[in-house]
C-alpha cells in the first residue's frame, strides 16, 4: 500500500500561485504513476493532471494547459502540482492519486490510492 497526504493549499487571489505537494509513503513510490484530481462544491470529482513513474511524460485537462505543472521527486517520494495564474473557477478540493505501474491514466476510477485533499480557495 501507499499513503497519500497533500498539502499546499490554500486562500490566493485570482492571478496568483500556489505550489502543492503529495507526499507519499509505503512502497517504492517509483512504482507508481500518480495524477491529480479536484473537486468543487456541488460537482463531480474531475480529471487535472497525470504523470508517467519516471515523469518522463505527462498529460493536462484542457482546462489547465498552459497554467499547471506536475513534477515529481521520485527520490523524496513527493508529487508536486505548481499552479500559476489562478482562476476562481479552479477553486476546489485537490487529491492526489496513485496507481501502480508505469503509464499515466486519466480516469480516477484507474486509480488505487487516494490522499485525503487539501483545498484551494481562489478569490476573484
Known amino acids: 500500500q501507499v499513503q497519500l497526504v497533500e498539502s499546499g493549499g490554500g486562500l490566493v487571489q485570482a492571478g496568483g500561485s500556489l505550489r502543492l505537494s503529495c507526499a507519499a509513503s509505503?512502497?517504492?513510490?517509483?512504482?507508481?504513476?500518480m495524477g491529480w484530481f479536484r473537486q468543487a462544491p456541488g460537482k463531480e470529482r474531475e480529471f487535472v493532471t497525470a504523470i508517467t513513474w519516471s515523469g518522463g511524460n505527462t498529460y493536462y485537462a484542457d482546462s489547465v494547459k498552459g497554467r499547471f505543472t506536475i513534477s515529481r521527486d521520485n527520490a523524496k517520494h513527493t508529487l508536486y502540482l505548481q499552479m500559476n495564474s489562478l482562476k476562481p473557477e479552479d477553486t476546489a478540493v485537490y487529491y492526489c492519486?496513485?496507481?501502480?505501474?508505469?503509464?499515466?491514466?486519466?480516469?480516477?476510477?484507474?486509480?488505487?490510492?487516494w490522499g485525503q485533499g487539501t483545498q484551494v480557495t481562489v478569490s476573484s
Open positions: 492519486a496513485a496507481v501502480e505501474g508505469l503509464g499515466y491514466r486519466i480516469y480516477g476510477s484507474e486509480y488505487d490510492y
Open positions: 509505503g512502497r517504492t513510490f517509483s512504482s507508481y504513476a
